[in-house]
């Protein structure tokens, strides 16, 4: 699988990436949410910043980490002892400061020739793709969400 990461604009998420500051995506919400427990190494993330509709990244992802359940302390040592790979802003620690968090690291970071994203109606910040080309324009096929369930 492959997976399309939306960027954060306004904390220059995708800048950090380029940069090289930045090693490792955060994911999180109150349960299991994608991609939670459904991403893995080996596995490409391209990266869009958010509201510019174009692909523009590459990384590999070389280690996920997978939690569940945390309590408040869990939390903040969690994204703490990762803030190092995360380069998370105040702000961001407070968003993704959640029972149930996915963080994916990630090496060979490469930008690469802007793909322009075909967006569909109602699609989350984080994608689960057989290919990349799935959501790009000219290319892209209907949305579902089959590739983003359990197996």
């Known amino acids: 699988m492959v997976h399309l990461v939306y960027c954060d604009d306004k904390a220059k998420v995708l800048e950090k990436i380029l940069e090289g500051t930045k090693h490792m995506v955060v994911r999180g919400a109150a349960g299991r949410k994608i991609?939670?427990?459904?991403?893995?190494?080996?596995?490409?993330?391209?990266?869009?910043?958010?509201?510019?509709?174009?692909?523009?990244?590459?990384?590999?992802?070389?280690?996920?980490?997978?939690?569940?359940k945390l309590s408040e302390g869990e939390i903040e040592k969690v994204l703490e002892e990762n803030q190092d790979k995360l380069d998370l802003t105040e702000k961001q620690k407070d968003r993704w400061h959640k029972k149930c968090l996915c963080l994916v690291e990630f090496k060979n970071v490469e930008q690469i020739e802007p793909l322009e994203f075909d967006r569909q109606g109602n699609m989350d910040d984080w994608l689960i793709l057989q290919k990349i080309e799935d959501v790009v324009v000219g290319t892209s096929i209907p949305y579902n969400y089959d590739n983003a369930r359990f197996k």
């Open 35 to 68: 991609p939670h427990s459904r991403v893995f190494e080996g596995e490409k993330l391209y990266f869009m910043k958010k509201g510019t509709g174009m692909i523009s990244a590459k990384a590999e992802v070389v280690h996920v980490d997978n939690y569940l």
